[in-house]
């Protein structure tokens, strides 16, 4: 059965480039704003596939088989 692991790992790494974003962020007129959308953007991201693969890790239906007999 597979784990909910990588979703703590891609976590780790998605603030490690949030914490890097708010550093590194070039000073200027529009430093809040670019700081802002590069870190909204990163949790997003990572939010849209945090659910796409919890959701195919655990689905709400199971597949159903069908038996076809002929």
Known sequence: MSSSLPVVF???IVLGLMLG??????K????TL?????????????????????????PLERP???FVTE
């Open 34 to 58: 670019v700081r802002t959308s590069v870190m909204l953007a990163l949790s997003a991201c990572y939010l849209m596939w945090m659910v796409t693969y919890l959701a195919q890790l655990h």
């Open 64 to 66: 159903k088989r069908t």
């Open 10 to 12: 891609v976590l780790v």
């Open 28 to 31: 200027g007129p529009q430093q």
């Open 21 to 26: 974003a708010w550093l590194f962020t070039p």
